[in-house]
């Protein structure tokens, strides 16, 4: 009877019992192990890719409450809703449903302006979290392609704010649709037939705002969706970056493991994220459509703003100067508009491919997982600092009727030093950002080799005063000389004994990037530092 007992099988709880279905099925088991042993940096900049996502996740959450409400139609109606200085004004469906979701349904106001934060959230973290990798050079081999990855999801993540504030089909939604048809027709040959393909006619056409709720609701979040989870496939293959300092080394990452450490850690912070975006929902109102009224094309209201991330475009229409177009084979050439765009995708591009700019400049193959202080890559920094610079001078000039007013400016004024700002600020920006990141790097420098001043004053034999000089502890004497230096290619003829334009390019470049620079300490100079201060 004993035995019987014994080898009786035991009884399962629910769950282990459904565990032990699924991972007969589908040897999860496995993986999910494998994946909570990773390990996950501690570093405070990392979170910026989390908030990104976790607002990602509270525009969707948000955003399907939404759909349950909204109808993304252009018959007018006669609004007679509960917001009475619109009564009887004719509208569209769309503007009547967006309406009735803010007066009319239970919570649709809080939810619909938590959609608006969180979306603006996701787009603001995804920049500041690629400035973050850009500026740390964690883009370099073998995390090129995760570069292009977020770049896109970046775009990606402004063309679902945009299509997104032009559905209520609202004066101010109406006149950024209005800024963009008039961007296509100034394509020349083709730009006319791409606003009737888009428009599904003569401008506003008959049905935008179901083409964009489609694109809005479906298209534009399966892309989104499909490149995070490229994006985190990717951080688990390539493992995080980390910084400089003892311990730290190539490919071994040091931080808590994912399961159970950071996975805790990232649950609280995703509700964190989340009732932050709730408070200020419910405090701060965004998008208020009944003050704008529906959209008429006859009217167009001054102060009118888009969403600060798409701003770049409308200001840099704003900046070129008048008369820029000629009339040639019968066709209007609008370079008022043609160089804004031309422009604005040059930059893009270029930003796009940096990771394999720079890797052929320096002729580097060599995977790099330890991040770099940006003072320690000067004309990297000093890049970024340039882009930002031409970036900012784009989106201030898209409020620059705002500044005129509100500061008692003229027009003329502000549009004058606002181009100054975007033709010359970035060379301005480069110069200033290298010259101190070099500065900076000569303090390390320094310090390293004779220690940080201590603010003890002693007096010598000879009657001199000093200031004695305490020696870094190990973990920042690391930190300071831990970065890799580079030199400028050699200009080598090939195997045919030639130069040729592409090698006296990239050798040009390569001085450009690599001529003004400081060499860490060597092992030399440390001993010699370390036998000074003893």
């Given at each position: 009877?004993?035995?019987?007992?014994?080898?009786?099988?035991?009884?399962?709880?629910?769950?282990?019992?459904?565990?032990?279905?699924?991972?007969?099925?589908?040897?999860?088991?496995?993986?999910?192990?494998e994946l909570g042993r990773k390990a996950f940096p501690d570093h405070w900049s990392f979170l910026l890719g989390e908030v990104a996502l976790f607002a990602f996740v509270v525009v969707l959450i948000s955003g399907t409450f939404l759909t349950f409400f909204f109808q993304a139609s252009m018959a007018e109606v006669h609004y007679n809703g509960s917001y009475v200085p619109l009564k009887g004004v004719e509208m569209s469906v769309a503007?009547?449903?967006?309406?009735?979701?803010?007066?009319?349904?239970?919570?649709?106001?809080?939810v619909r302006q938590m959609h608006h934060w969180a979306a603006l959230l996701f787009v603001a973290a995804i920049g500041l979290h690629m400035l973050r990798i850009f500026f740390t050079g964690a883009f370099r081999k073998p995390r090129?392609?995760?570069?292009?990855?977020?770049?896109?999801?970046?775009?990606?993540?402004?063309?679902?704010?945009?299509?997104?504030?032009?559905l209520p089909d609202d004066l101010l939604s109406g006149n950024g649709l209005a800024i963009i048809n008039g961007m296509i027709k100034g394509f020349p040959l083709v730009g006319t037939w791409m606003s009737f393909l888009l428009f599904g006619g003569e401008f506003p056409g008959t049905d935008i705002v179901g083409r964009l709720y489609t694109l809005h609701i479906l298209l534009l979040p399966a892309l989104v969706v499909a490149f995070v989870a490229l994006h985190l496939v990717f951080v688990v293959v390539h493992?995080?970056?980390?910084?400089?300092?003892?311990?730290?080394?190539?490919?071994?990452?040091?931080?808590?493991?994912?399961?159970?450490?950071?996975?805790?850690?990232?649950?609280?912070?995703?509700?964190?994220?989340?009732?932050?975006?709730?408070?200020?929902?419910?405090?701060?109102?965004?998008?208020?459509?009944?003050?704008?009224?529906?959209?008429?094309?006859?009217?167009?209201?001054?102060?009118?703003?888009p969403d600060w991330y798409i701003g770049f475009a409308d200001?840099?229409?704003?900046?070129?100067?008048?008369?820029?177009?000629f009339v040639?084979?019968?066709?209007?050439?609008?370079?008022?508009?043609?160089?804004?765009?031309?422009?604005?995708?040059?930059?893009?591009?270029?930003?796009?491919?940096?990771?394999?700019?720079?890797?052929w400049v320096k002729g580097d193959k060599r995977e790099h997982h330890i991040a770099d202080r940006p003072r320690n890559a000067p004309t990297r920094t000093a890049i970024g600092a340039a882009g930002v610079t031409f970036y900012a001078g784009l989106w201030a000039a898209a409020s620059s009727d705002l500044l005129a007013t509100h500061f008692s400016l003229t027009m003329?004024?502000?549009?004058?030093?606002?181009?100054?700002?975007?033709?010359?600020?970035?060379?301005?920006?480069?110069?200033?950002?290298?010259r101190v990141c070099i500065a900076l790097q000569k303090k390390d420098r320094e310090i390293v080799l004779h220690g940080f001043e201590s603010g003890r004053i002693v007096k010598l034999p000879g009657g001199e005063f000093i200031e004695v000089h305490e020696p870094l502890d190990e973990y920042e004497r690391w930190r300071l000389v831990s970065f890799e230096t580079y030199e400028p290619l050699m200009l080598r003829p090939n195997s045919r004994g030639k130069i040729t334009f592409g090698q006296r390019l990239r050798a040009g470049m390569s001085r450009w990037f690599f001529e003004d620079r400081i060499a860490p300490v060597t092992k030399g100079e440390l001993e010699a530092g370390h036998g000074e201060h003893h």
């Open positions: 009877m004993s035995t019987a007992t014994t080898n009786a099988p035991q009884k399962r709880s629910f769950t282990a019992a459904a565990s032990v279905y699924v991972n007969e099925r589908t040897s999860i088991a496995g993986f999910v192990k503007m009547a449903s967006t309406l009735d979701i803010s007066f009319d349904i239970r919570g649709g106001l809080f090129e392609l995760n570069w292009v990855i977020g770049f896109v999801l970046f775009i990606l993540a402004m063309a679902e704010g945009f299509t997104g504030y032009s493992k995080h970056t980390q910084y400089a300092g003892p311990g730290k080394t190539p490919g071994n990452a040091v931080g808590p493991p994912i399961l159970p450490v950071y996975a805790a850690k990232a649950g609280g912070f995703f509700f964190i994220v989340f009732g932050v975006l709730a408070l200020i929902a419910s405090l701060f109102t965004i998008n208020p459509i009944w003050n704008y009224g529906p959209y008429d094309p006859s009217p167009v209201s001054a102060g009118t703003q200001g840099a229409l704003r900046l070129i100067p008048p008369g820029w177009e040639w084979l019968d066709r209007t050439w609008s370079f008022n508009i043609l160089v804004p765009i031309i422009a604005i995708g040059v930059f893009i591009v270029l930003a796009l491919m940096y990771p394999f700019i720079e890797a003329e004024g502000v549009i004058h030093a606002l181009q100054a700002v975007v033709i010359l600020g970035p060379f301005v920006a480069y110069f200033i950002t290298k």
